[in-house]
């Protein structure tokens, strides 16, 4: 089936840097939407960022000018830099690959906490 596999989450202080890496497995991954989003217990579940089939992205106001995503299609591969890591920003996110019809498939998430 289907795979999503997230990593490079962890604990870093406000003012730093992480980079979540998303691998994907037996997905024709080309064709498929890939986004990162976060959600803490009791939230809703928001985008944090989408890389398109044809390179375009998008973000959430709350992450513009500090994150960046990119996809590597080759490699199977979406990765999410984030810069000037807040404590809001604190949450688990989740890799998430978008067919046509809006649905696709997830991962299980990695945590991110930003705290000092």
């Keep these: 089936q289907v795979q999503l596999v997230e990593s490079g989450g962890g604990l870093v202080q406000p003012g730093g840097s992480l980079r979540l890496a998303c691998e994907a497995s037996r997905i024709n991954f080309g ?3 890939m986004a990162w989003y976060r959600q803490n217990p009791g939230q809703v579940r928001e985008l944090v960022a989408e890389a398109g089939t044809t390179g ?6 709350s ?3 500090r994150f960046t995503i990119s996809r590597d299609n080759a490699r199977r ?9 807040k404590p809001e920003d604190t ?3 989740l890799c ?3 067919d046509d019809l809006g649905g696709g498939f997830w991962g299980q998430g ?3 906490t930003v705290s000092s």
Aim: aromatic share 10%; proline share 0%.
């Design 56 to 61: 375009t992205t998008n973000y959430a106001d």
């Design 77 to 85: 591969r979406v990765d999410l830099q984030m810069n000037s890591l």
């Design 91 to 93: 949450a688990l996110y």
């Design 110 to 112: 990695t945590q991110v």
């Design 96 to 98: 998430h690959a978008i």
């Design 31 to 33: 064709h498929y939407s």
């Design 63 to 65: 992450v513009k000018g």
